[in-house]
């Protein structure tokens, strides 16, 4: 159970999380903002595991999307409601 937190405490002060949100306050439309969170996910998975598939654990990969996705939403949320304001 603490792994799995700690995996996902991790993603969300990591790239997912951060850059996800960075990159969903950039545009907006809801699906774009998600789908660029996700893609961070998978990059920052691919890079800590170097590059190698076999390295790549399916829980990590899985949280590190889901967080991506999240951050990328919230990004985009922000940035309509900033604009609406």
Same mark, same amino acid.
């Given at each position: 159970?603490?792994?799995?937190?700690?995996?996902?405490?991790?993603?969300?002060?990591?790239?997912?999380?951060?850059?996800?949100? $960075?990159?969903?306050?950039?545009?907006?439309?809801?699906?774009?903002?998600?789908?660029?969170?996700?893609?961070?996910?998978?990059?920052?998975?691919?890079?800590?595991?170097?590059?190698?598939?076999?390295?790549?654990?399916?829980?990590?990969?899985?949280? $590190?999307?889901?967080?991506?996705?999240? $951050?990328?939403?919230?990004?985009? $949320?922000?940035?309509?409601?900033?604009?609406?304001?």
């Amino acid at each position: 159970m603490l792994e799995i937190l700690g995996t996902i405490g991790g993603n969300i002060l990591s790239l997912p999380g951060i850059l996800g949100l $960075a990159l969903g306050m950039m545009t907006r439309r809801l699906w774009l903002g998600a789908l660029m969170g996700g893609l961070v996910g998978v990059v920052e998975t691919l890079v800590f595991s170097g590059w190698r598939f076999d390295q790549i654990e399916t829980m990590e990969l899985v949280i $590190a999307i889901i967080v991506g996705v999240i $951050a990328g939403s919230l990004g985009c $949320a922000i940035r309509l409601k900033g604009a609406s304001a």
